[in-house]
């Protein structure tokens, strides 16, 4: 991309629990003269966003619908279980499921993990958000299970958290609008978040790989080069000295022929 190509801004979407600074500070490294505009969504609203053209590019949570985004998975997170700090399983570095059956396990409208059957007992009623939810553990109503990073972003001083082997797992992906050609600026920010150089990038100049057709070539015209170069040592005398020459070689052999005598 020359200067002119690059497009003044660039949108990128973000859920709750992600934090996208790290990339965003790359970004500015990279690009000092493209600005990036950070657009928080809920997980709800991250797709349709992206699909409606409310962002170039957003950092969400998966299912997505592949038919009209495309998807790069990130990482996956570990489920905890958030408690108050009180609580009897604190005492344990994690907790199974089945430490659980007897807990009111609260399941928030907005939830994230995709259960079969939730642990536990249910609760009389749902609680409209995950802030909620957190607001009712701190009640001690009960307990919640959410991705580590929304444990993280609810902190509280009187609740804490513990891993629980076995639960469902949320995965955060990098998407965008499907498109029959990706965008620049996405494959800048594709090589940003997977780590690859100025030079790698995809989106930036770059030079070139060689084909495999000139490589053969290449070599072929080395080898013969080599070959040339070691007939020629072959020929030369030791030392590096010309061959004697016909006068020099007569002298010497008159010298061995002169009769010895005093």
Do not use: C
């Not at 966003?49 to 949570?61: E, H, I, K, P, S």
């Amino acid at each position: 991309m020359t200067g002119s190509d690059i497009p003044s801004s660039f949108r990128l979407a973000y859920v709750p629990g992600v934090t996208p600074t790290k990339w965003v500070r790359v970004w500015h490294e990279r690009l000092p003269h493209t600005s990036l505009d950070l657009v928080q969504a809920t997980a709800a609203e991250a797709p349709g966003l992206l699909a409606g053209g409310g962002a170039d590019a957003g950092l969400v949570r998966l299912p997505v619908d592949r038919s009209v985004l495309s998807a790069i998975p990130l990482y996956t997170e570990t489920t905890v279980v958030v408690i108050p700090k009180d609580h009897v399983v604190t005492a344990a570095e994690e907790v199974s499921l089945a430490e659980l059956s007897d807990e009111i396990v609260l399941h928030p409208l907005d939830d994230l993990l995709d259960w079969e059957a939730l642990p536990g007992r249910p609760a009389v009623e749902r609680p409209a958000t995950t802030a909620d939810a957190i607001e009712l553990v701190a009640a001690g109503v009960g307990v919640l299970l959410v991705p580590q990073s929304l444990a993280r972003l609810h902190h509280r001083k009187d609740l804490t958290y513990r891993p629980v082997p076995g639960a469902p797992e949320s995965r955060v992906a990098l998407s965008w609008p499907e498109a029959e050609t990706t965008p620049d600026l996405v494959e800048e920010f594709i090589g940003i978040v997977r780590g690859r150089t100025v030079n790698s990038t995809r989106g930036r100049a770059a030079t070139p790989p060689r084909p495999a057709k000139d490589k053969a070539k290449a070599k072929d015209k080395t080898k013969r080069a080599g070959a040339g170069g070691a007939g020629g040592a072959r020929n030369k005398p030791a030392g590096g000295r010309k061959p004697p020459s016909g006068g020099r070689a007569g002298g010497q052999s008159g010298k061995r022929g002169k009769p010895r005598g005093r």
